[in-house]
């Protein structure tokens, strides 16, 4: 039966990294013509009076010799090699290490939030179904749709006026200690518990009214068995879709909470590079977060498989 | 009369002293257009080995019934609110929660209606029978569960139980799933198996073979069963008494010959002509007319009177108390004596 | 009394009982009671509606009549003035005025109308892309459904918040330029539902009959599987104006939107941000308007989910 599954499982791999790698091809083309649409980045880069030997040296060095053919086939070749050239901003530096001095602030702030988004989003949900109807639901429903409509950069300037500024706590920008963790991985968790709390009481609704819950409350099974054995294995399955979204961004940065508390990740990162029309770091960084997403699908995709006994790969319907 | 099912034939079992006494049973529902009367004082006795059906259309609060006497009616809205089980000399609406979990599955078990749904999609069926093994009996080792899995299996003749115990619920027909809830629900000889609407989701030739195999578990076990059918077929298969139940109550009852023989009340004569019946040539099935009535506003009366084709003055007004027609064939009606349907 | 000639094969379940108790008329509700228990709060949502008429539809439409101050320019002699209720306030600005003498309140009532076109065009332009390429994958399968589908994936996949960035640091931002980057963004929402849902309606005896009287598949996609989706196509949407809303502004505030001076909700909470300290309305106000707008869009379509009852699965982010 397992080898089965193997197999089954290893064929659905091979589909979908084909799948992928055209999804992250068309990525790569939509990328690299974004770019181009700019106009010639030596206008950007080069003095006005650049003489033009000089100008030649630099095509020579950011490769924006030739054709836009040319200059595709070229980026596609050295990019597959990890090559995305150096960094127009940085020049001392290759696009992919600046990407890579960034990561691990961007990670460290994603492992922060999604351990609050878990430890806060899926217990509430599933104490919300639980206790239906008490007024611990009606503060987690309440919770969840603040969370769900909150622009997270107007939630993030008042935490900054209310407990940073106000009463001088935390720090509100860059990174220096643990506290300055808090603040931003709140703003970032809000709308992951708001979503998981969402979808562990509906589905945990679900469950607890179902016959087999009934049955094990048949068997004579204690309260917490029925609940977090029999109600809750079931009802996980679908909000796992849920959890390739944090993954992602915990990878690829929230860009927009960055922003605000000056967060040197990878999300500040493409603010920065694309306003500075940085293309290799754009460029770069495109294709890593398109990758990050069509992994972590393809992830959750096997995990299903396994956690759910009744779904077959392949002929599971896009979720 | 004539039937197309043989008449039961085990009402020879000795009859010993009732193991499951139930005493004018409450059990309202609280919702927001008022209190449903789904169950509105139901008292009847079931000796061991022997089979007691209960019969009545949708709506008519025998499931409710059946939920209550294992108490787990839906909470917040479901609530017994009176009246007495009693099994093992002990009433079982007194216990507490945690000696009532004590009692299910040990001592009264039920096998619930569908068994497409009725088992964790999620779980092997080795593991859901595991628990079912283990709860009342926690020390059981690895070895001894796997054991005794394999026999609760064999004793609802399930074919290569080995095999089995892996396989997750979508992988067996409903058949077999609905083997395997009577295997976990035996597990522990229970003394009363409740079994609701145990065969309805079933292929009508699977059906037969799994009341047999019930028929078969109570004479290995001596358990007292009680089914909870819409289906006069399966009365006429499995039990030895029969109670009718209308609108939270129950109407008539008595042993099955009689009943299907000689009903006392029309509700339960509308109920049998209702069948559909293979040997008359009639493109229409014969049915009740009207709805049950509203469990929030019941008459004052008997209950099914609106419905009533013979109903009286008296039957409007009075509530009917219980005629004794033999010995064991008790009738709620006005009119059990005159019999006016009789000739019908 | 009405006589039905129903045959008394009573279709009883385990549920029945609980059933009954829910149904005063004696109609048997085919409804599990968590359902049911939903139903039940099935209220109308009117304090969510009157939020949505009159904190973004009315502004939006009546911006000229209502408003006495021009939201481009302002008084710079009345530069941060607070709102009317503390020291220095006065009725003149209600809600105060930002660091360069402009009227919040009518910024706001400007910003309303930003919010509603983008979310508007937007939507509409991705629900009939979306429904369009849903409807034709659900129905058609083979390699139509695998085109799309994997277009789906594509564009989920794509690293929105950077590509707008890209887009407006090459060509400027400008309202076309939002419009577009969102709407690429969302239809493929509606595909993927549109899709699914044409998948099991396909499915159906009365589309299957449509098939062998030898209907038009263009025919049977407008008359049979449409409407079916329809349902769904109305909460999805409702549910999309408030994503939108709070797209549009998060660009906007991160300068990837609407460019200034416009008054859209995101650039006035940018305007402010470094006001925070000494003039907090200037960012409070517009971010209030669109937690407000948002959170009744998301009471909306959840009650128009339960009331509709498409099947639909919430999924989070929906």
Redesign the interface.
Known sequence: ?RSEKGRLVARYIMINAV?GL??IF??SV??FS??R???DPIDVLAPVDISREDEAALRERWGLNGSVTEQYVAFVSNASQGDFGPSFKYPSESAVSVIAERLPASISLGLVATFLTLVIGVPLGILSAVK??TWLDRIAKGLA??G????????A??L??FVA?RWNVVPTSGISGWQSYILPSIVISV?GIA??L??FR?AM??T????????????????F?VVWK?AL??AS???L??FG?IAVRML?GA??VE??FAWPGV?YL??EA??A?DFPV?QA??LF??TV??VM?LLIDITYAY????VRLGQK??A | MSFDQPVGTVNDVARSAPVLEVEDLRTYLYTRWGTTKAVDGVSFTVGSGETLGIVGESGSGKSMLALSLVRLTPEPAGKIVGGRVILNGRNLLDLTDKQMRAVRGKEISMILQDPQQSLNPVFSIGDQLAEAIRVHERDLDDRATHERSIDALKSVHVPAPERRLKNFPHQMSGGMKQRIVGAMAMAYHPQVLVADEPTTALDVTIQAQYLRLLKDLQRRTGVAIIVITHDFGVIAETCDRVAVMYAGRFVEEGPVEEIFDQPRHPYTRALLDSRPKVDVRSTRLQSIEGQPPSLIDLPTGCRFAPRCFYSIDRCVAEYPPWFEITHAHTAGCWRSEEVPWASR | MSVRNQPARFQSDTDEALELGFDVQGHPVRRPWWKIWRKRNNRIPWVSIAVILFVLVLPALLADLITTHDPLRGELADRLAPPFWMEGGSMTYPLGTDKQGRDILTRLIYGARISLTVSSITILIGAVVGSTLGLLAGYFGGWVDRFVSWLIDTFLSLPHVLLALVIVAAIGPSFVTIVAIIAVTIWASFARQVRGETLSVRETEYVARARVAGTSSGKILLRHVLPNVANTLIVLATLQVGVVILEESSLSFIGAGIPRPNPSWGVMVADGRDQILISWWISFFPGLAILLVVLSLNLLGDWLRDFLDPKMRQRGQS
Do not use: C
């Not at chain 1, 769900?148 to 939630?155: A, C, D, I, K």
């Open positions: 039966m799948r055209l999804t068309a990525v939509l990328v974004l770019a649409l700019t106009g239906r109807g749709l603040f769900q409509s909150v622009p997270e950069f107007w939630l300037i008042m900054i006026w500024v709308f979503a998981l969402r979808l509906s609704l679900e607890l009214g179902s016959e087999y819950v009934k049955l094990a409350r048949l068997k004579g099974l204690s309260e068995k029999h294995k079931p399955i679908a909000p879709t849920f979204g690829t860009t927009v922003i605000v999300g493409a603010y694309a306003n029309r754009v960084l495109a977060t398109a997403i069509i699908n956690v759910d006994p009744r319907a896009i």
